[in-house]
């Protein structure tokens, strides 16, 4: 994106998400917002709440007490502040009996952290729910998940009893609400880790990776050393926007659980370390070794000063710890765009290759090196592929295998767009052809495109993968340039599923084809399975959950339209779904949940997908806030994040225009393996 997309536009619709965040919407049962000047009233029944004791005064504040720092935060002209009289004074203030009428209550809350001080939620003469300040006199959003308590009767207890330092509490804007409020955490990465809210925000994916905190955008460096697989990300430790890039770092054994390690990069000194790759150097090339050590080099994008360099930076502790060339930058041709380096070692010509992209030129340069330190260029390609494409940003290159041709392999460049994609937006295109350690000769100047999804960006593929294993690996930014500030606090942004790649000739024609990796059976729950059944309209099918694997396979019938609906509570679901006229397959977003958010992001996204044996496959993972639907054996892709309520968890399948078989459909709860 860079360059595309103005941190000045980011800025802007920052503001936008977190706007719509805060007040009460339509769909909201507001129980008080505190503005009318008296406690006498509740707003859903314009009854009084119960006044005990001084602290609370006899109606609400309007802001700092006399004697208190200010007070920020609440909505509107009127809050909750029981510093009257200061922190001495104590009391309590009870709210009307309230019928539960959703999921959650949400309220804004501040002032001291201790037992003392805070609100309850009483039900049956029981407290069910308790919460306090954070010794702050800013109010935030806090919620309590109440689904268990649904259609009850409930009060809730605002009190003070406490009389020394941060002896007091705020509180407005309580509602009862389907779309939970949350404000960003703020503070330590050492407190959140020992915070409720760790990985339980409302759309934290289960399994997919997330960063702990703060903005994320491409994989970088992925690769395999002494049995882990290594995830640098691109990383705001500032942030949850774009900026102060530098490489996040996480360790996975299975692809499923993560661990965080420390960031690898900072930028530094003004040069924000951008996109790239990483290799073992086996046979220490590069001299970065010591003692018989094998390094991992990082080869990165330096971007600062009005240019980008190709840098590196090696570890020679499993990663553990890095350090910057002192020799840097290693590849400078005094370039603004020139970016996102992929190296590899290309056996039958003994040297490094570097792909990396000339981005607003749109040509993708390959250089040689034997010791990573001095390049030497091999070649360029392009421009081709898509027209009027802004830039070219993120290549990968690699040889893959035809399945069911012994012997035979062909290679695949990939490259990303950062804008007029497909789906719109950024998204990847792809080439495949020949490679001989100089020059990339493709098939054919039409490109194919990767997923037609919207969400799936900037993938990379892992390095160093044992050839016991073979498999080539790769995942992707499960988001989209333009539409990238979604409501997701305090992390933005997921990586894709791991998908391993192959190609297969279909009609004549290659393809890439994408499936999810293997290792993902490993956390499948109870299987639930329907066989040979018809579905005229809707088939509910028992299974429930925002964690899924789910396949099935169709005939088609005289149904025009036929797929599964996930997601589901009332009006909202998303849709994966089959166009026997277009013969594509779809996911329709458009009722998926939170889509006011950017007016581009609701949508209805298609790939082709043609129909041979009269038979549709559909593999479709599901988490939380994304579906990434793999048809037929992943010959067609597409990923779409979504942002459902959290109790949208029904599936059902669906014809419409008459009925259609469906073979098999199988599904699986997907266990949680982050943040446990
Ligand atoms: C792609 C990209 C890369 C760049 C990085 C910066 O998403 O623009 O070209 O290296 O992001 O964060």
């Known amino acids: 994106m860079f360059g595309l997309v103005p941190t000045l536009v980011l800025a802007v619709l920052a503001i936008n998400c977190s706007v719509l965040d805060i007040y009460a919407s339509p769909e909201d049962a507001i129980v008080a917002n505190f503005e009318e000047g008296t406690y006498d009233n509740s707003q859903l029944d314009k009854r009084p709440w119960k006044i005990e004791g001084t602290a609370f005064g006899d109606k609400p504040a309007s802001g700092a007490l006399k004697g208190q720092m200010a007070v920020s935060g609440f909505d509107g002209k009127g809050l909750v502040n029981s510093f ?28 001291g952290k201790q037992p003392e001080v805070g609100a309850e939620l009483i039900i049956d003469g029981k407290i069910v729910r308790t919460a306090t300040g954070r010794d702050s006199e800013m109010l935030t959003w806090q919620t309590w998940d109440v689904r268990d308590y649904r259609g009850k ?19 407005d804007e309580v509602l009862l609400t389907d779309n939970p409020r949350q404000s960003p955490f703020t503070g330590r990465l050492s407190d959140y880790r020992r915070s409720e809210q760790y990985y339980r925000e409302p759309h934290r994916p289960g399994f997919h990776f997330t960063p702990e905190i703060n903005w994320m955008n491409d994989p970088n460096g992925l690769v395999y050393f002494d049995g882990e697989y290594h995830l640098f990300y691109q990383h705001n430790p500032y942030g949850n926007e774009w900026g102060h890039m530098s490489w996040g770092h996480a360790v996975s054994t299975d692809f499923l659980h993560w661990k965080h390690l420390p960031i690898a990069l900072h930028d530094e000194y003004d040069v924000m370390a951008f996109s790239g790759s990483a290799v073992v150097d086996a046979n220490n090339t590069s001299g970065f070794g010591a003692d018989g050590k094998i390094p991992l080099v990082a080869i990165y994008t330096g971007h600062g000063f009005g240019k980008q360099t190709q840098d590196l930076a090696y570890s020679t502790d499993r990663g553990r710890t890095w350090t910057k060339y002192a020799g840097n930058p290693v590849l400078d041709i005094g370039e603004a765009d020139f970016r996102d380096p992929k190296v590899f070692w290309h056996k039958p010509s003994s040297k490094w290759i570097m792909v990396v992209s000339m981005a607003v030129q749109k040509r993708i340069r390959f250089y040689g090196s034997s010791d990573l330190k001095a390049w030497e260029l091999l070649s360029e390609f392009g421009p081709a592929g898509v027209q009027n494409k802004p830039n070219w940003e993120c290549p990968d290159l690699f040889e893959l295998p035809i399945v069911g041709e012994p012997g035979k392999t062909r290679w695949v460049l990939e490259t990303d767009i950062g804008g007029g994609a497909i789906a719109g937006g950024s998204g990847g295109e792809y080439f495949t052809g020949d490679f001989d350690g100089e020059k990339f000769v493709a098939d054919s100047l039409e490109s194919q495109w990767v997923d037609f999804g919207r969400d799936f960006y900037a993938p990379v593929s892992w390095s160093d993968i044992p050839s016991s294993d073979g498999r080539r690996l790769w995942l992707g ?78 005939a088609t019938g005289l149904a025009t339209e036929f797929g599964v609906r996930v997601l589901k509570s009332g009006q909202e679901q998303t849709v994966i779904g089959y166009d026997v006229a277009k013969q594509a397959l779809f996911i329709d977003r458009t009722k ?35 579906v990434e639907v793999f048809g ?45």
């Open 632 to 676: 037929n054996d992943g010959e067609t892709v597409l990923s779409d994040l979504v942002f459902p309520r959290s109790s949208s968890d029904a599936v059902e399948i669906f014809t419409s225009g008459g009925s259609c078989e469906v073979i098999q459909f199988r599904a699986w709860p997907l266990a949680r393996t982050m943040g446990q």
């Open 84 to 111: 009257l009289d200061g922190d001495r004074s104590i009391g309590s203030l009870t709210s009307p009996d309230f019928k539960m009428t959703r999921d959650y209550i949400s309220f804004l809350i501040g002032g």
């Open 592 to 626: 998926s949940g939170n889509v006011a958010f950017h007016p581009a992001f609701s949508g209805r996204h298609a790939g082709p997908l043609p129909v041979r044996t009269g038979r549709v496959k559909m593999r479709i993972v599901v988490d939380k806030c994304s």
């Open 153 to 171: 009767t409930a009060r809730l207890r605002i009190f003070d009893n406490a009389t020394g330092g941060w002896g007091h509490i705020l509180l």
């Open 477 to 554: 930014w499960m988001n989209n340039w333009e539409t990238a500030l979604n409501p997701t606090s305090p992390w933005r942004s997921a990586m894709s599923i791991p998908r391993e790649l192959i190609l297969r000739r279909i009609a004549g024609n290659l393809r890439f084809c994408q499936t999810p990796v293997r290792e993902l059976a490993n956390i499948r729950g109870q299987e639930i399975v329907r066989e040979k059944f018809v579905c005229n309209n809707v088939t509910p099918i028992d299974v429930r959950g925002q964690q899924l694997d789910i396949e099935v396979e169709f």
